[in-house]
């Protein structure tokens, strides 16, 4: 058995295995009183939403296996299948699909700093055709003592680095891995979840003093339980939000003012999106913080613009330099970033129009961008717009057809 196959079994069902540690990493205590790791910072919303906004527009977005021809970058003749299928589940529910095992990828990264896969699968050129990602909490990254190289263990395994593919976030220099935003970011995510915990706890039984009973006569310890277990059981939680207090025995009940400080988990809970908007690189306005929509720019398309120029494009690159490493030499793997800039249906037009103009693009050409079959004639980039005959079957630039009678007629 091939040492890649011992350690594929070493990880059970090909790294697949429930009893890898689903906690990411150690669980550490923060100045708020919530510990935090890669499973607990999930539980804070806006830490949630961002990796989901990052993980569903990568793995939503086609990637292609690129060549130069004649000095532009097009389309490979066949797509190969590290980039069609590369976890092969495009034919079986067996194993993860192209979407799902980037997305797993993805959320590595962005809570890790890393996100790892093996190699599987070769073909008959020794080329690439299957990954299996790995949980970061089973890879462990060392040097090589004697050349200084990065050595990966999965599970314990030694796996040949040129079996490896490491997606490294932002890292110090010369650092092995990536750097932990949650680790990084500890702290905020730990006021952002007691934050929510107080609030839970405001509107369920109070998570504050809000008043006392004052009694003339000297009560015992057990005598002041059992008025305060009465009482709270007739009024406190939901239910009880409105019910009526009754008082005897000259007891009377004294409300407590709340302070202005503690009612402002509101805005502390604001902040705690700001902060992972500004952790992830994820506009606030998808994140439900409409009032900062204008400083991503004016309209829909200019905030997307902002999104992939300032947070997309990092990712996207990283992604793009992991699969160019597995493909044949001279051939590089690159997403197409078309469905994120796409916009209304004027606007589309309007590009169109100004690219067949300019001869930037053919008719064809803009008919694929939406979709739709060639036409005859559609190829040549230099015909006149107003040139075309639909009725005659004329060809764009041809000029206008003969009379039917002939040239007398």
């Not at 092995?176 to 935003?181: A, K, N, Y």
């Not at 005897?248 to 988990?265: L, M, N, R, Y």
């Not at 120029?309 to 970033?337: I, K, N, Y």
């Not at 079959?373 to 000029?399: K, M, Q, W």
């Amino acid at each position: 058995m091939s040492l890649l196959r011992r350690a594929v079994r070493a990880a059970g069902r090909e790294f697949g295995d429930s009893s890898i540690p689903t906690n990411g990493s150690l669980a550490h205590m923060t100045a708020s009183g919530v510990p935090i790791n890669d499973q607990s910072a999930m539980k804070l919303i806006s830490v949630y939403a961002s990796v989901r906004i990052l993980a569903n527009t990568l793995a939503g977005l086609p990637m292609y296996a690129m060549q130069q021809r004649d000095g532009i970058r097009v389309k490979t003749d066949q797509q190969p299948s590290i980039v069609v299928d590369p976890f092969g589940g495009a034919s079986t529910a067996a194993w993860p699909t192209r979407r799902d095992g980037k997305k797993q990828l993805v959320v590595s990264t962005a809570l890790d700093g890393n996100g790892y896969a093996v190699v599987t699968a070769r073909d008959w050129l020794f080329r690439p055709t299957r990954l299996a990602v790995c949980h970061p909490a089973s890879v462990k990254v060392d040097y090589d003592k004697e050349t200084g190289a990065r050595v990966y263990d999965v599970n314990r395994v030694r796996i040949d680095t040129v079996d490896m593919v490491h997606v490294m976030g932002m890292s110090m220099p010369g650092a092995l891995t990536g750097m932990s935003p949650i680790a990084y970011a500890r702290q905020a995510i730990g006021l952002g979840l007691a934050a929510e915990e107080f609030g839970a706890r405001w509107f369920g039984d109070g998570a504050h003093l809000t008043g006392v009973i004052e009694v003339d006569a000297d009560l015992d310890k057990a005598g002041a339980r059992r008025m305060k277990e009465a009482w709270e059981a007739s009024h406190s939680g939901l239910k009880n939000a409105h019910a009526s207090g009754i008082l005897s025995g000259g007891a009377k009940w004294k409300p407590i003012s709340v302070a202005p400080e503690d009612a402002q988990f509101l805005g502390t809970r604001a902040a705690a999106n700001l902060d992972a908007a500004m952790l992830y690189g994820v506009p606030p306005h998808m994140l439900g913080q409409v009032d900062r929509t204008t400083s991503w720019g004016t309209g829909i398309e200019q905030q997307t613009l902002g999104f992939l120029a300032f947070t997309m494009d990092d990712w996207l690159c990283m992604f793009e330099d992991a699969w160019t490493g597995m493909l044949p030499r001279g051939q590089s793997a690159v997403f197409d970033t078309k469905k994120l800039l796409r916009t209304d249906t004027a606007g589309r037009m309007a590009a169109a129009v100004q690219a067949r103009t300019a001869s930037v693009a053919t008719v064809n050409e803009l008919r694929a961008d939406e979709n739709r079959p060639p036409v005859e004639g559609g190829d040549n980039i230099f015909a006149p717009l107003n040139s075309a005959h639909t009725d005659t079957g004329g060809e764009p630039g041809a000029g206008d057809p003969p009379p039917k009678g002939g040239p007398d007629a």
